[in-house]
């Protein structure tokens, strides 16, 4: 089992920049692909960014690209999503994923999640 507990939501103006990081419990939290979701209102939870257990490769979603950047760090049992040049578009619920296996994009296939933390960009 894994818990997944997000911190670092807030509001902020267009341009600006957050840091969410989530802290997972559990000691094989090396051992998971670690990703980040959202769901704004009225709309479907969607893939913003994950790694990868083994080499930490980062796959991301083309509207954040160049934008957010996604880490880890094993020690600390965290994963980070630094989020810079925000736009009002990303205002949403992000969610913390944990998977253990390779890179993917469903939600169905992360079956650990945390609460969700709020973010919203005003313009």
């Known amino acids: 089992q894994v818990q997944l507990v997000e911190s670092g939501g807030g509001l902020v103006q267009a341009g600006g920049s957050l840091r969410l990081s989530c802290v997972a419990s559990?000691?094989?939290?090396?051992?998971?692909?670690m990703g980040w979701f959202r769901q704004a209102p009225g709309k479907e939870r969607e893939f913003v960014a994950a790694?990868?257990?083994?080499?930490?490769?980062?796959y991301y979603t083309d509207s954040v690209k160049g934008r957010f950047t996604i880490s880890r760090d094993n020690a600390k049992n965290t994963v980070y999503l630094q989020m810079n040049s925000l736009k009002p578009e990303d205002t949403a619920v992000y969610y913390c994923?944990?998977?253990?296996?390779?890179?993917?994009?469903?939600?169905?296939?992360?079956?650990?999640w945390g609460q969700g933390t709020q973010v919203t960009v005003s313009s």
């Open positions: 994923t944990a998977r253990a296996g390779p890179i993917a994009t469903p939600p169905r296939e992360y079956p650990y």
């Open positions: 559990g000691r094989t939290f090396s051992t998971y692909t």
């Open positions: 790694i990868s257990w083994r080499y930490s490769n980062t």
